[in-house]
């Protein structure tokens, strides 16, 4: 390394120890980083990315809390818009092959992580389409300023929960009883009710994106996962494809094509693909990680009623007058 790069890591790492810190809950240290809590792993490459990304007009920014939906809007975003260079029908279309993560990367994770900048110019993509877990606050100047356009996807604070849990659960010890992984989800759920989790706090993130697309629709479209849910999606898929300039011609949607890509993305569908199945595209998560059950409510088989009443609480004081309920 020059001498201007071992400068610059001994003043990051300055930098790093004066920030507040707490363990999370499982996992890595978390540092409490313009108003969000960023694992330790990924703070580097979210500075790096705030410094150095230059947004462009056409660019489009998938925004998510983790566990929200993040690997569903990738595919159904990276369908649509390239409908026309990967006609959703054929047998070569790159979802069949490649993980919506591989196709649409983390900013965080994959594109300022060391030495992968080559995926800001990708070529398989009519648009640049990249995906963050980052709140809106802590974005970098060039995305709220330029044209680009940001997708928000929020999942109720319940399933999000839920689906993060047991994401993280395989990691825990195995063969715990069932009274261990109780007492262990309550004590997650409390960082969560604190708010001491990656990313998080979950109400701030929500509301950020949430208030942002009250004030500038053009520029943040917000989505429910639950919505998306809803009659296949189509009502979200059109609004989705038009805020992204890529609306469906009426003849599209006389001949199916939402529909198509609603299935070609569906979970059923990416789930039992070969590549989902037995790949791996992030350094510590095999795909078929991000494939689970994709319900919502599933939370009701989870949580006890004292559960049910904590988190019920904090959803309602941190929600309350804000336009918007799960
Ligand atoms: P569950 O754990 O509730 O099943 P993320 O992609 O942000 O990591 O979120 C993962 C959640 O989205 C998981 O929820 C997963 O099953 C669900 N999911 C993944 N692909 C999906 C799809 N194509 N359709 C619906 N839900 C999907």
Redesign the pocket.
Known sequence: ASKEEEEEEEAAKAFEASLPKEKGFLGPYLYFYQGFWCPSRVLHNVISFQKHFEAQDGDIILA????????????LTFATINRALYPTNHSNHPLLTSNPHELVPFMEFNVYAHGNQHLLHPNNSCSRLFSTHIPYAALPKSIKDSHCRIVY?C?NPF?TF??FW??TKGSMSKGMSLEEERSSMAEYLEYFSRGVEGFGPFWDHVLGYWKESLERPDKVLFVK?ED??DHDGIREMKRLAEFLSFPFTVEEERGGAIHEIAKL???K???DLEVNKKGKCMPHVENKM??????VG?WVNYFTTSMVELLDQVIKEKFNGTGLTF
């Open positions: 998510t809390k983790p566990k929200s939906g993040t690997t569903w809007l990738k595919a996807l999942r399933d839920i689906s047991e994401f996962y998306l849910k993305c569906s979970l569908i990416l789930k991000f494939f689970r059950k994709g319900e599933d």
